[in-house]
């Protein structure tokens, strides 16, 4: 079994596929994120509590409560089956290889596959396990009917597609179709593609929001709706555009009107050794008053503990707010 920190990627790896769906000229740039590495530190927790092996010292109690979860929708679903943890996965029509987070057969003739994600997800995302299991039905004729499951560790969500040999087959086809055209379009692959900064596209976006006439678009709803994905892209462009300069900064180039601060950190308690090397001196009552409970910590600690979920007058809820999210079609 290879672990998920120990995984390659293929260049047309199946990640990739609903990036290519939303645009047939995607092309990553690689690199990782705060995001991407903490979602890898939880595949690895659910993998070892998968196949019963430890968990390192240390382990985030939040990231662990999620795997741990995860593992538990697996054993649920899989009903005794064999799971198979980190297989991998050869296509020669296309050209690609992978890793399935995990997989069993309901049946002889039912492949169904599982993929752990973090956040919530996105429509275009059921892509990627039709790609793992194109590649399953090129390794077992028998396989007619694939069960694929996304499990949102996050939002504890699970979403359920179902697709027949043919259909998968087909999918591929029209991805591949797709490709070829070339054709690109916007969303939230942008900042990850190579192309970004020569983009027609993208650059049609920042012409179309200088030609806005912003007086009409005020009192108007829905130019107002039409033009908030506009703003979104703009304000990613922006974040990108700042880094950037920080990159230049510190090769030594000047930029005009920029300069680069070093902030000096926040310090930070180590709450345990500050308890037993002051509670000579302070009160518990005192000291637990100076002290702020992460309570997402809390209760991923005590549902880990207890397999329950944490209850208590003790949590206060927070003041409702509003968030602006923009509708499903």
């Known amino acids: ?75 649920s679903l899989a ?47 059921w892509i990627q396990l039709v790609g793992y299991a194109n590649a399953m039905i090129q390794e077992d004729d028998n396989i007619e009917r694939c069960i694929l499951h996304f499990i949102y560790w996050d939002k504890r969500s699970l979403r359920t597609y179902e697709f027949s040999r043919d259909e998968v087959l087909n999918e591929v086809k029209k991805l591949l179709h797709h490709i070829s055209t070339g054709t690109r379009n916007t969303g939230v692959q942008c900042g990850r593609c190579a192309h970004y900064e020569t983009c027609g596209q993208v650059q049609g ?7 806005t006439d912003w007086a009409g678009v005020w009192n108007s709803p829905d130019s107002l709706g039409e033009i908030m994905d506009d703003l979104s892209f703009l304000e990613n462009m922006k974040k990108r555009a700042s880094s950037r300069i920080k990159e230049l900064i510190a ?23 500050a308890w037993e090397d002051l509670k000579e001196t302070m009160s518990a009552d005192d000291f637990l008053k100076c002290c702020s409970v992460n309570l997402k910590a809390l ?31």
């Open 79 to 125: 009903d005794a089956a064999n799971v198979e943890w980190e297989q991998e996965i050869n296509s020669e029509t296309p050209e690609y290889f992978g890793y399935l987070d995990a997989c069993w057969y309901k049946d002889p003739k039912t492949i169904v596959i599982a993929d752990g994600k973090s956040g919530q997800g996105n429509e275009e995302q």
């Open 251 to 273: 090769e030594g180039v000047e930029v005009s009107g920029y300069k680069v601060y070093d902030r000096k950190g926040s310090s930070k308690v180590d709450t345990l050794k």
């Open 205 to 211: 976006i920042l012409l179309r929001t200088w030609q």
């Open 1 to 75: 079994m290879i672990m998920s920190s120990e995984r390659k990627h293929h260049d047309f790896g199946c990640s990739k596929w609903p990036d290519l769906l939303r645009c047939a000229d995607y092309k990553s740039t690689g690199g990782s994120s705060p995001a991407a590495e903490r979602g890898t530190r939880i595949h690895k927790y659910w993998e070892l509590i998968g196949t019963g092996q430890d968990l390192p010292e240390g382990a985030d109690p939040e990231e662990v409560a999620n795997a741990a979860w995860a593992a538990g929708v697996v054993d």
């Open 299 to 329: 209760q991923s600690t005590f549902q880990l503990r207890t397999g329950e979920e944490l209850s208590g007058e003790f949590i206060i809820p927070g003041k409702p707010s509003q968030t602006l999210t923009k509708s499903r079609k």
